[in-house]
């Protein structure tokens, strides 16, 4: 079967390249999706809790593809999901928000990727978002859990290094508290909190006060219904900065630390009709942190790049389903690129856009120097020696299969055409070899 190209449409399409989407069943209704290596084997696997009340394990088969899932009882309303090992025995565990029944349920991995009877704590009105982070500094993995109700908060559940977690404290903030993240963002060592307040519009910076608790609270406005916050270094200065997703209209606000942990510069980036959740990640391998946003009245990824010092282009845009609901950067195929995860809330399908990075290869580039815009002489000398000579085969790019380094016009032959159109773009200024990444959204081959 070949191998489909899926090149973001809109601007900046250069900079973005996906093959095109792979869906996989999942539970009824899945709102969240987490990843992690849960049974061991060294890739990541991926973990999703569905409206059904259960939660799906999706085993990942190495390369980026997935077994049937098997679904586990998580409670009552599952809407987020997170991962990290609770109980300190080297292995992943889960932990899911239950709005339904305002508790949190924390599934431990029994080693194999197969996960223990959940067991449930509560976690304040309507958590319906959740974190996790060592914020007592003691060594094991806590949670905080924002509470999507009308006063508003987070609620901070301790864990007692086994992965009990019977210890909490609430924390109020605004109301309408729809996403909680966890990161040091004043650089003291300790994890502080971002929770977003839709009712309000605002983002919530608690500080840590370096044993778990939170009381210096800072309020930023952002744009009309904030849905989701996260962090990154986005300007490259070494400190966290933070995004935020609003729904009315469709943008991204872009917060960028002072280094303090103070956020006072902000900045608007219309990304579609409805942005929900997000995540960032660099997507196109030139180290800097770009973004990926739901749309999910629109049906589709929304890409921004960023240009390495916090500010982003033109988004462009990934069709991914009917009703997108939420979203995760990660590895999934080992190839070191970063690939996205995509629930689809009325397919019952878990989407995988795996990463192609475009531009670790190009037609033409024969050497395999990473020369792609200005073709250097060895590329015609190694063409001709194949053309006529019957020498070395120009390289198959195994992480982009999609790429024939030899087919400089873009023909589908490496033959003599190809070695003239080489002659003529290395020494008399002509049209450069095309880029497979610009066919456009799911070629069936590119021309």
């Not at 660099?282 to 589709?300: F, N």
């Amino acid at each position: 079967m070949a191998l489909l190209l899926f090149a973001a449409s809109h601007a900046n399409a250069q900079d973005f390249c996906f093959q095109s989407p792979r869906t996989y069943p999942v539970g009824a209704g899945p709102v969240s999706v987490c990843a992690g290596d849960f049974d061991g084997d060294g890739d990541k696997d991926l973990a999703i809790a569905d409206s059904d009340d259960s939660l799906s394990i999706s085993k990942n088969n190495g390369d980026g593809s997935f077994h049937a899932e098997v679904n586990y009882a998580a409670g009552p309303g599952p809407n987020a999901i997170t991962t990290a090992d609770f109980d300190g025995d080297g292995d992943l565990d889960l932990a899911v928000a239950n709005i339904d029944s305002s508790e949190v349920a924390v599934l431990m991995n029994n080693g194999d990727g197969t996960f223990a009877p959940a067991s449930k704590y509560l976690a304040g009105g309507w958590p319906l978002s959740i974190s996790a982070a060592d914020l007592d500094g003691d060594g094991d993995i806590d949670l905080a859990v924002a509470n999507d109700q009308s006063i508003g908060g987070v609620t901070v559940l301790k864990n007692n290094g086994t992965g009990d977690f019977t210890n909490t404290a609430f924390y109020q903030t605004g109301p309408d508290s729809k996403s909680v993240f966890a990161a040091d963002l004043d650089g003291d060592g300790d994890i502080d909190l971002a929770v977003v307040c839709l009712a309000v519009n605002i983002v919530s910076v608690l500080k840590n006060n370096g044993d778990g608790t939170f009381s210096n609270r800072s309020d930023y406005y952002v744009d009309h219904d904030p849905w989701s916050v996260v962090g990154a270094d986005f300007d490259g200065d070494g400190d966290v900065d933070l995004a935020v997703s609003t729904i009315y209209f469709g943008n991204v606000n872009v917060l960028l630390n002072s280094g303090d942990g103070t956020f006072p510069t902000k900045s608007r980036y219309g990304v579609g009709w409805s942005a929900l959740l997000l995540t960032a990640a660099d997507l196109t391998g030139d180290a800097s942190v770009d973004l990926a946003v739901i749309d999910r009245d629109l049906g589709q990824v929304s890409l921004l790049k960023n240009n390495g010092s916090g500010s982003f282009g033109e988004p462009s845009y990934l069709p991914v389903g009917r009703y997108p609901w939420s979203i995760i950067a990660t590895d999934l195929d080992r190839r070191g690129f970063m690939d996205l995860a995509v629930t689809d809330l009325d397919s019952n399908k878990v989407v995988v856009l795996l990463n192609c990075d475009c531009n670790c290869s190009r037609n033409g580039d024969i050497q395999s120097d990473n020369v792609f815009d200005v073709l250097d002489v060895l590329d015609v000398v190694t063409l001709i020696d194949y053309v006529f000579t019957g020498g070395t085969a120009p390289i198959r790019d195994a992480t982009c299969p999609h790429i024939d380094r030899g087919d400089a016009n873009c023909d589908g032959a490496d033959d003599v055409f190809d070695v003239v159109f080489l002659i003529n773009h290395v020494f008399s200024g002509g049209p450069a070899p095309c880029d497979p990444c610009t066919c456009g959204p799911y070629p069936t081959g590119c021309p």
